[in-house]
């Protein structure tokens, strides 16, 4: 009998001390351990109805650019409703066909089966690809819902009775597109001012995008109702944009499906960065300007060749701009132009001539000690650019300003330890 009490107490001890392990493991793991990413579902197909920018069933009312098609089964369109596609009007056959390939769109985002159900308040949630549900979906003033994967990731969201985005922000991580997010609505979505959305509406009844909804990029479909717009659809689709280095330079292409009131692209080229990873923190420095197509409904395709590369990592962005002086910043793309040769590098500055500043790149092939001076024609320092240790293979990016400095010849003088190189800048004013 002792044995047995014996034999039972080291049991229970054992099942304790394993249960406790267990709930430590849990504990102390990360949640996301546990979440599985969902299959990537696949794409609703919208058929007629993808051509449409905003197709309704009673009639469109607003004034705006809307990118790509538009058309009404009955009731009327403004006037002031511009499209950079076709304007089908009211009851065309074209737009009869739509209508009937949205319904089945809707039919099709309805019945798949859900991942998860998700709290109607968006704000603050991070979706990868999936099939979501929810109730009266909303996006608050100041809140965000993120949808992260990559470009060929697929997010529906359904919302059981209304959508309202009321200033809140939908946006996009990683590589994924706007296109590739359907959202069903079951009644009306609204998107108030201020707010910033991303994705493909497909309403049971009707959509109102107010003025102020800004940075729109959807397609507003609504089967049952009418559409009221009053603010931009969709103003540029960037679908690629690539940099790489060829021969010595770096060569950027990119592409857009659509465009609205695109005014053009200003190329930007960075070789440093400050702290964090976010585009506004590298130091841009506009190389080119690019002019848009203005009102495109068809793939257009942009390139630019950067001759001025040496060495070292560059980074590239694209800033698109609107007429009315909207801009959007696309992703930042990172080359690797080599290493720097044996000794050290002094780039000419850029631009040459200038007024008021202008940046001069520097670097050593070991590390060193290293001073950058600005002299005059007359031989006297005017400014000390740079001063302290510096490290092998590091591209330096300084700049001169010439603010408080008369229009004439400048010399530039890198110095280290072993070597000393001179070059001459111009400052017209």
């Not at 599985?36 to 607003?62: C, K, R």
């Not at 109730?135 to 949808?147: H, I, K, N, P, R």
């Not at 790489?244 to 080229?269: Q, S």
């Not at 976010?278 to 420095?285: A, D, R």
Request: charged letters at 15%; hydrophobic letters at 40%.
């Amino acid at each position: 009998m002792k044995i047995f009490t014996s034999y039972f107490k080291k049991l229970t001890s054992f099942y304790i001390r394993f249960v406790f392990m267990v709930l430590t493991f849990i504990i102390i793991l990360p949640a996301e351990v546990f979440t599985q990413p969902f299959t990537n579902p696949s794409i609703v197909p919208l058929l007629t109805s993808e051509t449409y920018g905003a197709l309704a069933s009673t009639g469109i009312t607003g004034a705006a650019n809307v990118n790509g098609d538009v058309g009404t089964v009955t009731g009327s369109i403004d006037g002031t409703i511009t499209a950079s596609g076709t304007n089908w009007g009211v009851g065309d056959v074209h737009t009869s066909q739509a209508q009937a390939h949205l319904a089945a769109a809707l039919a099709d985002a309805d019945g798949r089966s859900s991942d998860l159900t998700i709290p109607n308040a968006l704000g603050g949630q991070t979706l990868t690809c999936g099939v979501y549900d929810g109730g009266a979906l909303s996006l608050a003033s100041g809140q965000t819902l993120t949808l992260t994967g990559s470009a060929t990731d697929v997010f529906i969201i359904r919302a059981s009775s209304t959508v309202d985005i009321n200033g809140g922000t939908v946006t996009l991580g990683g590589a994924a597109v706007w296109s590739n997010v359907f959202w069903y609505v079951g009644s009306s979505a609204t998107i108030l001012s201020g707010s910033t959305f991303n994705g493909v509406i497909l309403a049971v009844t009707s959509i109102t995008l107010n003025t102020g909804a800004t940075l729109v990029n959807a397609k507003l479909l609504a089967n049952g109702g009418a559409i009221t717009i009053n603010s931009n659809v969709l103003p540029v689709e960037l679908t690629s944009f690539t940099a790489t280095i060829n021969n010595g330079k770096a060569e950027l292409v990119w592409g857009t499906a659509t465009e609205v009131n695109n005014y053009g692209f200003e190329v930007l080229r960075s070789q440093s960065l400050n702290t964090g990873s976010e585009k506004q923190n590298y130091n841009w420095t506009k190389i080119a300007f690019i002019e848009g197509a203005g009102n495109s409904n068809s793939p257009k395709k942009y390139s630019f060749v950067d001759n001025t590369v040496t060495y070292g990592t560059y980074f590239y962005c694209l800033k698109q701009i609107d007429f009315d002086g909207k801009f959007e910043l696309s992703e930042v793309l990172e080359v690797n132009a080599g290493k720097i040769p044996n000794g050290f590098l002094l780039d000419q500055n850029y631009p040459n001539p200038f007024n008021p500043s202008t940046q001069i790149q520097f670097g050593v092939s070991k590390n060193t000690f290293a001073k950058l001076t600005v002299y005059n024609v007359l031989g006297i320092e005017v400014s000390i650019l740079f001063s302290g240790d510096v490290s092998s293979g590091k591209i330096y990016n300084v700049t001169f300003d010439g603010e408080n400095h008369a229009s004439g010849i400048y010399y530039y003088k890198l110095e280290t330890n072993d070597k000393t190189l001179v070059k001459k800048m111009i400052l017209i004013k």
